[in-house]
């Protein structure tokens, strides 16, 4: 290889690298910085339809900030003053759901889909979620054995209520005196 190609190739191989280079996989920061505002897209309190999506409601909002640093805390705020409700700010990765619990885990602050739940006791702290199935497990042991005990008796009714069975002449005799009473 000549040297003027050898010399290209280098080039190329370094303006690769520095394209590479350019997403750091360094440390995440606990907070954004926004210039006015952030893009807000307003979503309803519930899921819906087939793919179980939050329904969009009105267009793209530009959300005025006050803060220099955008956190999950001052995002919901200034959603709740711009869209003026006292309801619970829930902050989602998307149409579909899950919802933000720090700021390190918004990768594209471009779009914030934001959602607004009547009462703070939908919101649960994740820690929360996992302590309480051992709280609640012998409540649940306790309606499992109502449901057996209820299907039990709805199994002993049903078998009374079983009508018996028609022969297929019967069926067609019954259908013509039908027909011969419709045309009266």
């Known amino acids: 290889m000549s040297a003027k190609r050898h010399q290209n190739w280098d080039n190329y191989k370094d303006k690769i690298a520095k394209k590479r280079g350019k997403k750091s996989h360094g440390e995440k920061n606990q907070s954004f910085n926004v210039v006015g505002g952030i893009t807000v897209q307003r979503l309803s309190a519930n899921v819906e339809g087939k793919c179980q999506k939050y329904t969009r409601i009105g267009p793209l909002t ?8 955008a956190t999950l805390e001052t995002t919901k705020d200034a959603c709740k003053v711009h869209f003026d409700t006292e309801s619970e700010c829930d902050v989602l990765a998307g149409e579909r759901g899950s919802s933000y619990t720090s700021t390190s885990q918004i990768k594209n602050w471009k ?9 703070a006791q939908n919101l649960v702290p994740a820690v929360s979620r996992q302590s309480e199935p051992t709280k609640h497990s012998p409540k649940i042991r306790s309606i499992h054995t109502n ?11 049903l078998h009374m209520s079983v009508a018996p069975s028609i022969s297929l002449s019967k069926m ?4 013509k ?6 045309n009266r």
Request: no cysteine; glycine share 6%.
């Open 147 to 157: 449901v057996t005990a209820r299907s039990e008796n709805l199994s002993s009714r």
């Open 177 to 182: 005196v039908i027909n011969s009473d419709s």
């Open 111 to 119: 779009v914030i889909h934001v959602r607004f739940i009547e009462g």
């Open 62 to 69: 530009w959300v005025p900030m006050k803060d220099k640093e």
């Open 172 to 175: 067609l005799k019954i259908g």
